[in-house]
Nanobody, 124 residues
Framework: QVELIESGGGLVQAGGSLRLSCVAS????????MGWFRQAPGKEREFVAG????????RYADSVKGRFTISRDNVKYTVYLQMNRLKTEDTDVYYC?????????????????WGQGTQVTVSS
């Protein structure tokens, strides 16, 4: 049974930083691309960042490019999202995802397992 468990969300002031972590279990981590998405109530899920199996490929949404960094540790079965210079509009529930699609894919359909989400709230 595949499980993805996110942590690291919380409340932070605008301009601050947070690091999200997502620990995977249930299948060989290094064989799958990983991604981070976010979703606000009543809105569609939005791609944030994606990373290939070895970590050599990364891709970012324009809204977070230069502020967020995705990385992975295939020994620890963990993917990270370092978020710097946070803005109020980054407030959302953040989800990690694992899938067989191309590394760095921004398509939610390329991911077949999802975590339960972690809330990030950025105050002004």
């Amino acid at each position: 049974q595949v499980e993805l468990i996110e942590s690291g969300g919380g409340l932070v002031q605008a301009g601050g930083s947070l690091r999200l972590s997502c620990v995977a279990s249930g299948r060989t981590f290094s064989m799958y691309a990983m991604g981070w998405f976010r979703q606000a109530p009543g809105k569609e899920r939005e791609f944030v960042a994606g990373i290939g199996r070895s970590g050599g490929i990364t891709r970012y949404a324009d809204s977070v490019k230069g502020r967020f960094t995705i990385s992975r540790d295939n020994v620890k079965y963990t993917v990270y999202l370092q978020m710097n210079r946070l803005k109020t509009e980054d407030t959302d529930v953040y989800y990690c995802a694992s899938g067989s699609g191309p590394g760095g894919s921004s398509r939610s359909g390329d991911y077949d397992y999802w975590g339960q989400g972690t809330q990030v709230t950025v105050s002004s």
